[in-house]
């Protein structure tokens, strides 16, 4: 007796396989020899009647640079609108400030925030990995960044790129509303692990 999720599972997979490898134009013998495992697995896989290991879906997940999630969730629609709201926003600095998620969909290794800042709004940082690189954009009014000690002002459109995973803080020390872009840039934890020896 066959168990649905399961089977949904496998549809998802087989699905996802076979786009993201026709959407990166290789075969199956050149993702196989990528992946490092067997063409007749990824056959399998690809036709929905394969059982993955857990390191055939990270082996496959790295391969083609996606995450486990990725290859295992629903195929989506070539394009979602996500109404203003619907995405996570945290009210932050006493509710001076608010940090919008700009990723509805996780990507490996990037997350994208919008920050709106009211007039004496501070936001602190949250320091990242080591090698990490954060980059901040100023959309309106004016933000001051604070980042290893240095105090760096950006207005609308400058942008500022500084290591991640040191101190930092954004405030607004001006009269009206700011509104930034921060684009973090996360070092792989293997990187991380091996800058720390």
């Not at 690809?46 to 391969?63: D, I, R, Y």
């Not at 995405?87 to 990037?110: E, F, I």
């Not at 004016?142 to 980042?147: D, F, K, M, S």
């Amino acid at each position: 007796m066959s168990d649905p999720l399961v089977d949904q599972l496998s549809g998802n997979l087989s699905n996802n396989l076979r786009y993201l490898r026709s959407q990166r134009g290789i075969t199956q013998a050149r993702l196989s020899s990528q992946a490092g495992i067997p063409r007749s697995t990824l056959a399998t896989l690809e036709t929905g009647t394969g059982n993955p290991t857990l390191s055939v879906l990270a082996k496959l997940a790295l391969a083609l640079q996606v995450s486990m999630e990725e290859l295992l969730s629903t195929p989506r629609a070539q394009c979602q609108v996500f109404p203003k709201g619907s995405l996570p926003t945290h009210d932050r600095a006493r509710g001076l400030a608010s940090v919008a998620k700009l990723l509805p969909d996780p990507v490996p290794g990037m997350d994208i925030d919008r920050m709106a800042l009211q007039p004496g709004a501070r936001i602190r940082g949250v320091p990242h990995r080591p090698g990490t690189r954060e980059y901040l954009c100023c959309e309106k009014g004016r933000i001051t960044l604070w980042a290893a000690g240095e105090r760096y002002e950006l207005g609308p459109g400058d942008v500022a790129a500084f290591q991640g995973d040191q101190k930092h803080s954004y405030s607004n020390e001006g009269t009206t509303n700011a509104v930034g872009f921060s684009v973090v840039a996360l070092v792989p934890i293997s990187a991380a692990r091996s800058k720390k020896q």
